[in-house]
Each structure stands twice: as structure tokens, then as C-alpha cells.
């Protein structure tokens, strides 16, 4: 069964403490991406990665790290920098178009609600 | 990508055509016109998108007009599960999600 994965799909965690948030991906897409979502309020990217031991930062970034060791998966770290933490993450991947620098669709994974107390 | 602008919220009777209009007219020639929904507390699922052309498929049907700049989103016939905030992007790699358009299906 193909498909984007994140858990678990609910994370408390206190304040001051490092979280991992999962996601896995069995579509062999190229790119993998984070992004948060806030209530009532669209996707912001966090990071970003193209290809295997690289990515990108987004429009987010700070207070979070993620690293991309493996094609399939790219875990995000909520790190005690991050100032509001408690929010909605979203994992998405994308396969690259064929002969092309663009990317096609993303597909997203169900989401991590992560509250902080 | 390209900024752009959607209506905050429409609604539509069950089983009539929704249309979701979106302005994009900042859009550049390698951008892509992308359309998501996303029901509440779930990720979004991806719907259709087009780069030229109007583009169709078992879901819905994209109508991008000739200078690009706008296009409208058709749910041919709408139904209550068809209720969720819908998102038009303007963009390549890195996608830019706006607030989006909230429909509501009405029985």
C-alpha cells in the first residue's frame, strides 16, 4: 500500500524539550517537505529536500532541523528554540519530472498534531 | 511563485456545479497552476493542476484563461463531502499555500 506516512498523528511534549516528528515515504518520490499549520491559517514550509544528504531551509526554518539520510524518509526536530512549537506539521513528497529541474504534484502525509504544555 | 488570491469562502447547493474562481497574475511561464483541498485536520489531498491547457479529471476540471493570469476550479457536481478549504497555488518546486477558499456544500 503506497503512501506518505507521519507519527503519530498526536505528540505532547513539555516545554524546553527536543521532539521528532516521522515521515516516510514508499512512493520512491525525489522531494520531501515540512511544513506547519497554524488554526485557520494556510501551509508555511519549514524545509525542504531534493535530493539525499541535502535540503533546503523554507520560509520557517528556525527552531527546527531535519536531515535527509534516506531517500524514503526525512524526520523534522522541534527544537527548544522554537518559540510557539504547538501547531500542525504536514510531511508532503514529490517525484521530479522526468529530464526536467521541476516537480510534479506534492502528496501529503495525515499530519502531526503537536501540543506543547 | 506567485502570489495568489481566492474568495475567503463560498457556498453551493448539493449536486450543482461549484466553480472557484483564483487570480494568479503575477504568474511566471514555468509556474504551474496547482489546486489542493484540505478537510479539516487532515492533510491536503492534492486535485488537478495545469501549466496552458485546461485539464480535467475524474475529480474535477481546471479552466486556465489565455494570459494566465486567473483560472477556476469546477467540482462539476458538488456534494456534501465535497465541503473543505480548497487552495490555489502558483508555483514550481516550492509550493506557496495562501488561506485558501473555504466551501461550504449546502443540502
Known amino acids: ?117 | 511563485d506567485a502570489k495568489t488570491t481566492q474568495p475567503t469562502s463560498m457556498d453551493c447547493a448539493e449536486g450543482r456545479a461549484a466553480n472557484l474562481p483564483c487570480n494568479h497574475s503575477t504568474i511566471s511561464g514555468n509556474e504551474y497552476v496547482y489546486w489542493y483541498r484540505q478537510i479539516h485536520s487532515q492533510g491536503p489531498q492534492y486535485i488537478i493542476h495545469g501549466l496552458k491547457n485546461n485539464e480535467t479529471n475524474e475529480m474535477a476540471s481546471l479552466i486556465i484563461t489565455e494570459d494566465r493570469k486567473s483560472s477556476t476550479l469546477i467540482l462539476p457536481h458538488a456534494t456534501l463531502r465535497d465541503t473543505a478549504v480548497y487552495y490555489c497555488i502558483a508555483g514550481g518546486s516550492r509550493l506557496t499555500f495562501g488561506e485558501g477558499t473555504q466551501l461550504t456544500v449546502n443540502p
Not at chain 1, 528556525?62 to 518559540?83: C, D, I, M, N, W
Open chain 1, 1 to 117: 500500500d503506497g503512501g506518505i506516512t507521519q507519527s503519530p498523528k498526536y505528540l505532547f511534549r513539555k516545554e524546553g524539550q527536543n521532539v521528532t516528528l516521522s515521515c516516510e515515504q514508499n512512493l520512491n518520490h525525489d522531494a520531501m517537505y515540512w511544513y506547519r499549520q497554524d488554526p485557520g491559517q494556510g501551509l508555511r514550509l519549514i524545509y525542504y529536500s531534493q535530493i539525499v544528504n541535502d535540503f533546503q531551509k523554507g520560509d520557517i526554518a528556525e527552531g527546527y532541523s531535519v536531515s535527509r539520510e534516506k531517500k524514503e524518509s526525512f524526520p523534522l526536530t522541534v527544537t527548544s528554540a522554537q518559540k510557539n512549537p504547538t501547531a500542525f506539521y504536514l510531511c508532503a513528497s514529490s517525484l521530479r519530472r522526468r529530464g526536467r529541474s521541476s516537480y510534479n504534484e506534492q502528496f501529503f502525509g495525515p499530519g502531526t498534531r503537536l501540543t506543547v504544555l
